[in-house]
């Protein structure tokens, strides 16, 4: 089993690059693969990007490919995404998510889920 813990959400100003972080526990990290989703508010939850186990591979939802950039430490347990040139339609709670099946874009295919950090952006 794993646990998620996601961090570095908070209020922030459009055009700035926060990056959230989401530590896990478990000693199998490395072998998920990790997913960010987000969902804001009177929206489905979707997909914004994942990353293999490797981290070598990753893929990104179009609403976010070439700002948002997903990367892992698996010496620290730990999953990153870093959001360059933010956007007020960014604002919303940002999931982190594992699986053992690959990179799926559906909430549906993920096993574990982290609490959720809210981003807000701001103009």
């Known amino acids: 089993q794993v646990q998620l813990v996601e961090s570095g959400g908070g209020l922030v100003q459009a055009g700035t690059s926060p990056r959230l972080s989401c530590l896990a526990s478990g000693r199998t990290f490395s072998t998920y693969y990790m997913g960010w989703f987000r969902q804001a508010p009177g929206k489905e939850r979707e997909f914004v990007g994942g990353i293999s186990p490797s981290g070598y591979r990753t893929s990104y939802a179009e609403s976010v490919k070439g700002r948002f950039t997903i990367s892992r430490d698996n010496a620290k347990n730990t999953v990153y995404l870093q959001m360059n040139s933010l956007k007020l339609e960014d604002t919303a709670v940002y999931y982190c998510?594992?699986?053992?099946?690959?990179?799926?874009?559906?909430?549906?295919?993920?096993?574990?889920w982290g609490q959720g950090t809210q981003v807000t952006v701001s103009s």
């Open positions: 998510a594992a699986t053992t099946k690959g990179i799926y874009y559906s909430y549906a295919s993920y096993d574990y």
